[in-house]
């Protein structure tokens, strides 16, 4: 490993230098950071590597989402990554409808489970 040269900054690795490793390349402690927001990777963090470039978890994903396939990815990632899961669409009331939630709050702050569904069929 003496010798070698660190993948990101290019400069040789002597034996004082604590390294990091992803496949085959090697890395300065210091050099082994997301290439996307710049933030130094800590031991046992999950990143990515796509097209020889290390992303932290975050960015990695958000890679993955912008439409690329696990043949696309060509680098090594953690087998704990996981997608992020979608959110829920917004509930969105009309005024009509806010104006019967307010006026039946109004009657009873704590409504059980069949003035709720009243409320529902009401609006």
């Excluded at 890395?27 to 020889?52: M, P, V």
């Excluded at 978890?57 to 990554?81: A, N, R």
Aim: aromatic share 8%; with cysteine.
């Amino acid at each position: 490993m003496f010798g070698a040269k660190c993948f990101k900054c290019c400069r040789f690795i002597t034996q004082l230098d604590w390294v990091r490793r992803a496949r085959e390349q090697v890395y300065h402690l210091a050099c082994f950071a997301c290439d996307s927001c710049k933030r130094q990777l800590s031991t046992g963090e999950e990143f990515g590597l796509h097209e020889n470039r290390v992303l932290c978890k975050t960015h990695y994903l958000e890679m993955l989402e912008g439409g690329f396939t696990s043949s696309d990815e060509g680098g090594e990632h953690d087998s704990h990554v996981k997608k992020k899961k979608t959110k829920r669409m917004r509930t969105t009331f009309t005024e009509e409808q806010i104006q019967i939630l307010q006026a039946n709050f109004q009657i009873d702050s704590n409504p059980d489970g069949q003035d709720l569904e009243r409320i529902a069929q009401i609006t």
